[in-house]
Structure formats: C-alpha cells, structure tokens
C-alpha cells in the first residue's frame, strides 16, 4: 500500500460533493449504486443474485405507515423458509471531508443469510467491517450497494434500501433487538427503567415490565442497590450487563449483538451464552461479532470471516 494508507483501504477522490457519513443522518442517505464486483466476504458468506430466489415484482411488505409499494421493475425476493435475514452484494463507503476528501471503503459484496433458530458468527481483524454490517442490517447505516431484505411482522418479505426512515423504525419495534458495543441512554434515568423501557414502548404494562427487567438483571448479576441510579455512574462491565439485558428483554425475532461480552468476566460470559442460546431456541434468528472463539464456537452455526475489501 502507498505511504501513509491502510492497507486494504481505498482513499480516493469522490466523484463529487457528498453529505457527511453522520449514522445519525444515515438512515435517510444515499440510493444503492452499482457494485464494483470486490467481495469482502468469504466464500462460505456468498449467495446468488436475489432473481434466482424466485423472486417477483412487488412482493409483500412490512405494514408500517408511509411505506411504499415496490419501484417498478425492482425485484424483492421471497425469502427461503425459515429465513430471517438475507444481504446481497452488500456495500458501504465514507466519505472523509478532512482527508482531502477521501472515500473509505467499508464493505464490498458481502452476501450471508440467517436463518430462524440459528446463529451466524461474523469473524475477521479490526477494520474488516463487522460492527459496520451489522449497523447496515439494523439500519443506522444507508447501504452504498447491494440490499438487506428481512422477514417483516407480517411475514413478508422487506428491502431495506427501499424502506422510508418511518419504516426503518418500525422494523426495530417490531422485528430487530439490538446490542451494540457501548450503552447509549438518556442520562440519569434509572438502570431498571433503562431495561423495561423497550418493554413499555411495546405495550408491555408497567408492573410485568418491572419484573421482566428486574428478573433479567437478576441473572446477568447487576445488583439491586445499583438499579434506581443511572448506568453513567456503573463500572464498565455493569453497563454492558444492563445492554445485554436492554437488548434481550424482549424476543426479537432478528437479534444483532456487537461484541456483547467484551467487557465480562467469565462467569458473566456464561449467562450471555445462556440466554442466547434460549434466544435461539425461541426462534430468534442471531448476528453476532464475537472475537472470543470459545464463545462462537459454542453459539455459532455458521461462521463468516470478513476482511477489509482490496484483501488487506
């Protein structure tokens, strides 16, 4: 690689002006465009066009407000029985305003699917784009190429590059759990209330709330005094226990985890097996980086080991 540039990394001059690649503006960003046929997958991660899934024009949609039909001539696929969660070519780019700019190359071609029941282990170095794919499939990042298409509450099959914001955020109500690597609140509002708050935006009643959250605290070991007091004040591992239990409190039919045992000490590490493996036995259809291999060996089903597009 030329001085001064990762290897395995692309910079070079846009095409033109961009917005800036801000997660919190991306859900509503940038139109698909055309692969440049790089995989940053492994083999085992590859699937055939969405066109030889028997797909056809217009196919059933999540029912959510302001969602629109199908563009003509575009193709959503049916997916497979069982299956949650498939991605087709899937790319992503930034762009870098303060280096020159530049385009950093995320994603390349990446195509996987998941299955209900099942778990599939996303492996690879630091920068291979795991925490980046999985953000893709939840939505805060607007796909550059390529699609992600999901099981709706419906059943029915959704493109996630043709879903509206208000779309996206329904498929998080109604489909998606999430635990990302860093537990990201309001602050000062209690830990317990952190925990049901998924619950109450679902309906849930307040007192079988409390006791869920209060029930899943118990197992992942956060102690009861700690719980009236905001997440801000716990120590690192304390606040990853109650994301885990934020983002498990609920039976999500596609659950995403970013390293959810990073910071847990073995016995910690246990129960979050645990309670994946009843997710998965529940049904739950589950992405996880993981970068301890005890952990994915034991979870993971399959296994899909990315590298930084270019082969770095």
Request: proline share 11%; with cysteine.
């Amino acid at each position: 690689a030329p001085a001064g540039e990762s290897p395995g990394r692309k910079a070079s001059l846009p095409p033109g002006p961009a917005p800036a690649d801000d997660p919190a503006r991306e859900i509503s960003g940038n139109r698909p465009r055309a692969s440049e046929g790089r995989s940053g997958a492994g083999a085992a991660g590859r699937l055939p066009p969405p066109s030889g899934h028997g797909g056809r024009p217009g196919g059933p949609f999540f029912s959510a407000p302001g969602l629109p039909p199908a563009p003509r001539g575009r193709r959503v696929p049916e997916l497979e029985p069982g299956e949650m969660v498939r991605a087709v070519g899937l790319g992503k780019t930034f762009v870098l305003h303060l280096a020159g700019p530049a385009v950093l190359e995320a994603l390349d071609g990446v195509s996987l699917s998941v299955k209900a029941g099942s778990c599939l282990a996303l492996t690879g170095p630091s920068g291979s784009g795991k925490s980046t794919l999985l953000r893709c499939v939840y939505g805060n990042y607007a796909l550059t190429s390529g699609d992600v298409f999901l099981r709706g509450a419906d059943g029915g099959t959704v493109s996630l590059s043709m879903t509206p914001p208000r779309g996206v955020l329904g498929l998080r109500r109604g489909v998606m759990g999430y635990v990302s690597q860093f537990l990201r609140v309001v602050p000062r509002v209690p830990a317990l209330e952190v925990v049901m708050e998924p619950l109450l935006t679902r309906g849930v009643p307040e007192d079988e709330a409390r006791r869920r959250a209060s029930d899943l605290l118990d197992r992942l070991r956060v102690p009861r005094s700690l719980r009236e007091l905001p997440p801000a004040t716990f120590s690192g591992g304390e606040r990853q226990r109650v994301n885990i239990a934020r983002g498990l409190v609920w039976p999500a039919p596609v659950l995403l985890l970013d390293e959810p045992t990073a910071s847990l000490d073995r016995a910690n590490r246990n129960v979050v097996c645990e309670l994946v493996e009843e997710a998965k036995a529940a049904g739950a259809a589950v992405m996880g980086v993981f970068h301890d291999k005890d952990l994915w060996t034991r979870l993971a089903d399959e296994v899909l080991s990315l590298r930084p597009p270019g082969g770095g």
